[in-house]
């Protein structure tokens, strides 16, 4: 670690992964609820479960990205960060407001929730992932606006490299499409129209440019391949995930009451989008291929590698599946829409900051990689949650598949809680899944603390 305000990354880091165990939780909850209707119930219905599990995913990722970026940006800038002190205060503000939100939907009626924080004066509760309240989306706001100034003046005052003002742009970009959640319609066409403007241009938009700057700096690092030709392949993935995630925003309008020409258009973008994710594998396996260097982090370098390749199955093929109009009139909010999700969030944005964490942490701690012992349960942990998620995906799809045929596509179509009795054997299998899942994030965590002998690494 050559800049002391890098340091700054490990509470946020610390904090990512403290949600996610709790997101995981909630999932495997829910999991259970789909098998065992009364579960939990009416302490923890499943509405509530299902909110707090993925409102804790995106807090945790902007936990995750922000450590990323205080841990990367000064290294980049050639400068300590501007404001270590404002970086501290934005920590405690951000985690105190997204644990108060996830207890008030845990301890009171979401009626109650909105009543008590205000939302009469400006609703913009009630909507799916955005169920957040107004005083929390105010305080996201304010956090984002102070960690952009903060890493802003950072990359403005010192050296300015591709990758520090991809990854800039993408958190601007994030910044700036989370004010389509103020807006609300009370016109239901214009309300879900502006609602994707967050939800799509958000995880098939400016994330990827935060996805690809992570995995660029890593793998410079880890391979010492020249910054130069990393830099060439990232304009490409950038330009590519742009155009195509832009406009293929259009495949979310289908069948909400807008012109027919957005199912052209949202159809032929949207089969442009696994390009720039299978790009980003040839990337990442060229770049290792070509190393320079025989770096002692192996695990981190396995965690770049899965992350090329599980975001392109999982938001490039599995999105791919059901992205096309004629397909996706049947598919539409079934289990294979599900399917995408899981496989897609994990491969392009959990396994990246997973990625960011495990090369960064032992430099945080004063190591140039984790010790032997740490390495083993580490990639056992990637193995474990990576094939769960990969089962977890392809039960689902069978599960979805099931769902379309029967109560879509057959001549005598059946009822909706029907046709979920006869998926419970897919739920099933998915629980069990999600458990193996569970387990390995306990051993990621595990390998911070495992003993054993220290890897050897010559300077170049």
Known sequence: MKYESQGIAKMYFIAAIALFVGQILFGVTMGLQY???????????????????????IIWLLFGFMGSAYFLIPEESERELYSPLLAKVLFWVFLTAGVLTILGYLLMPYARLAELTMNDILPTMGREFLEQPTITKIGIVIVVLGFIFNIGMTVLTGRKTVISLVLLTGLVGLAVFFLFSFYNPDNI???????????????????????????????????????????????????????????????????????????????????????????????????????RRDHPNKVAVLWALGTAVMAFLGAGVWGFLHTLAPINYFTHGTQITAAHGHMAFYGAYVMVVLTMISYSMPLMRGKKAANQTAQIVEMWSFWLMTISMVFITLFLTAAGVVQVFLQRFSDDPLPFMVVQDKLAIFYWMREISGIVFLIGLILYIYSFFAKGKEVEFVEE
């Open 35 to 57: 098998v065992m209707g009364d579960f939990l119930f009416p302490e923890i219905p499943f509405n509530v479960a299902r909110m707090v599990h993925t409102n804790l995913l």
């Open 189 to 291: 066409v214009l309300d879900k129209y502006f609602w994707w403007f967050v939800i799509h241009l958000w995880v098939e938009g400016v994330w990827e440019l935060i996805m690809a700057s992570l995995l660029a700096y890593v793998l410079i690092k880890v391979t010492g391949v020249d910054r130069e030709v990393i830099e060439k392949w990232l304009y490409i993935i950038i330009a590519m995930a742009l155009i195509s995630g832009l406009i293929g925003t259009g495949h979310h309008f289908f069948w909400i009451g807008t012109p027919d020409y957005w199912q052209w258009l949202g159809s032929i973008f949207s089969a442009l989008e696994p390009i720039p994710f299978f790009m980003m594998t040839l990337f990442a396996f060229n770049v290792v291929n070509k190393r």
